[in-house]
């Protein structure tokens, strides 16, 4: 009998989607599934009942210090003797986490799995590898503690077959541990209207191929129309042009939309690994021996800057 032990993702203090991701992964590798949350024990058990979780243990809000160390300490310390599997998310703050929970319990850490089971006393992950044109399988005996971090959107959140109903233990968070206590001395918010990146039905991303940095209003501008997020390749994040937050791929964020846009993007396996997931695609390159026309539902071969402004413009005009 295994425990695992699920680092809850929150934003604003809400659940994010993918700790449904997490103890869905839980529920395969344990017999029972507790989620640490830092606030709203109440509403984490309400709305994780579904997914056939035990125990909600709830750390109370931790607004004022980086959370990520302070979730690790006080996983380490609830975790006990017996062997147990806990998971993160492949996050800033799950990163965090993990690490420190590694460190203090002296356990290996699995991270930036896509996908994970359990074989005996064996844990198995999967890694996406050279630019995800290959699985990596890796094992860990379960005689302690094993620590695996999920990489979001790799695993669908799938509900128990019987819903529970979890109790919520308030526990005091681990700030007396060396080292844990980062204070937060002023946060800046990145002003963003629509959805967000990872959890937008469309998605348009634009690459080197649109030129010129202000081309890229030109995506902002077509994402806004279609209710969708802006996203962008490692080139144009290394050259400058947009924030690291709009990257889609192998070392940025994974989606899955229900549409994906591809403007001027060529298709390098790192960023087909963060995209080729959405059910449909829609490139636009000017070279038709692109590789991203290897994955696209629909190819359109022209050159971005004289075609997105015309796309605009027909989608404005079926709005009015
Ligand atoms: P390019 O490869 O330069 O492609 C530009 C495309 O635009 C070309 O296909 C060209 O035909 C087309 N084009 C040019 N002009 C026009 C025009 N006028 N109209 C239409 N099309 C035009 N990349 C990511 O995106 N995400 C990642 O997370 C990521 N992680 C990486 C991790 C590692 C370890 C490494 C080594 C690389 C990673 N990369 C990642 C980089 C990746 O290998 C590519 O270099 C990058 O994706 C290329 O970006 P791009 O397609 O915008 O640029």
Same mark, same amino acid.
């Given at each position: ?13 809400a659940?994010?989607? +993918? ?5 869905? #992964?839980?529920?395969? +590798?344990?017999?029972? #599934?507790?989620?640490? #949350? ?25 607004d ?18 017996e ?15 993990l ?14 799995? +896509? ?6 006393d ?22 302690? !503690?094993?620590? #695996? ?8 959140a799938?509900?128990?077959?019987a ?47 649109l ?7 030109? =995506? ?23 924030p ?16 994906? =846009? ?8 790192? !960023? ?7 059910? !449909? =695609? ?39």
């Amino acid at each position: 009998m295994a425990t695992a032990w699920v680092i809850a993702e929150q934003r604003d203090g809400a659940l994010a989607p +993918v700790t449904a991701e997490l103890v869905t #992964v839980a529920r395969d +590798v344990a017999d029972e #599934v507790r989620v640490v #949350v830092a606030g709203d024990g109440a509403g984490a058990a309400s709305s994780l009942a579904a997914y056939g979780v035990s125990e909600i243990i709830d750390l109370g809000p931790l607004d004022s210090v980086l959370p990520g160390p302070v979730l690790g300490a006080s996983v380490a310390r609830l975790v006990g003797e017996e062997p147990s599997v806990v998971i993160g998310a492949q996050t800033y703050t799950g990163r965090d986490a993990l690490g420190r929970a590694s460190a203090l319990l002296g356990a290996p850490v699995l991270t930036n799995a +896509v996908a994970v089971r359990r074989e005996g006393d064996q844990v198995l992950t999967e890694h996406q590898i050279f630019g995800g044109t290959m699985v990596a399988t890796a094992a860990a005996e379960l005689r302690g !503690h094993v620590l #695996v971090g999920v990489r979001p959107k790799s695993v669908a959140a799938v509900a128990a077959a019987a819903p529970t109903a979890p109790s919520v233990r308030v526990v005091e968070p681990a700030l007396d541990v060396p080292g844990v206590v980062v204070t937060v001395v002023d946060r800046q918010r990145e002003e963003r209207e629509g959805p967000s990146l990872d959890e937008a039905a469309i998605v348009v991303s634009g690459g080197r191929g649109l030129g010129k940095p202000e081309a890229y209003q030109m =995506i902002e501008e077509l994402a806004a129309l279609l209710g969708g997020a802006p996203g962008a390749s490692r080139a144009i994040v290394d050259a400058g042009w947009v924030p690291y937050a709009y990257q889609v791929g192998q070392t940025g964020t994974t989606v899955k939309p229900d549409l994906y =846009i591809a403007v001027g993007i060529s298709g390098a396996t790192q !960023h087909l690994v963060g995209m080729k997931g959405a059910k !449909h =695609i829609v490139a636009i390159n000017k070279d038709k021996d692109a590789p991203i026309f290897q994955v696209a539902d629909l190819g359109i071969v022209a050159d971005a800057s004289s075609l997105l402004p015309r796309v605009i413009e027909a989608v404005r005009a079926r709005q009015a």
